[in-house]
Nanobody
Framework: EVQVAESGGGLVQTGGSLRLSCAVS????????IAWFRQAPGKEREGVSC????????YYADSVKGRFTVSNDKAKNTVYLQMDSLKPEDTAVYYC?????????????????????WGQGTQVTVSS
């Protein structure tokens, strides 16, 4: 059984930093992609970033480019989302999804995923 778990959320002031973790277990393939999404109250789910453990490539939404950085620890099957220069508009529940690496080109279109595993989400709140 594939399990995905986010952690690291919390309350931070504007300009602060947080590091989210996405730990994956039970995925039978050695490589995968992790997509990060967020959803604020009353807003649609938004793709934030994606990382492929196969290629090592990362992808970012324009809204976070230059502020967020994704990395991984393959030995721990964990992908990290380092969030710097946080703004109040970054406030949301952040989710990660474990995908097959072939889904990387469509990472920002979760409705097109065929095989995906999601975590329960972690709250990030940025105070002004």
């Amino acid at each position: 059984e594939v399990q995905v778990a986010e952690s690291g959320g919390g309350l931070v002031q504007t300009g602060g930093s947080l590091r989210l973790s996405c730990a994956v277990s039970g995925f039978t393939f050695p490589d995968y992609a992790i997509a990060w999404f967020r959803q604020a109250p009353g807003k649609e789910r938004e793709g934030v970033s994606c990382f492929s453990t196969s290629s090592g490539r990362s992808y970012y939404a324009d809204s976070v480019k230059g502020r967020f950085t994704v990395s991984n620890d393959k030995a721990k099957n964990t992908v990290y989302l380092q969030m710097d220069s946080l703004k109040p508009e970054d406030t949301a529940v952040y989710y990660c999804a474990d995908l097959f690496v072939t889904a990387t080109p469509i990472w920002a279109r979760p409705d097109e995923y065929e095989h995906d595993y999601w975590g329960q989400g972690t709250q990030v709140t940025v105070s002004s």
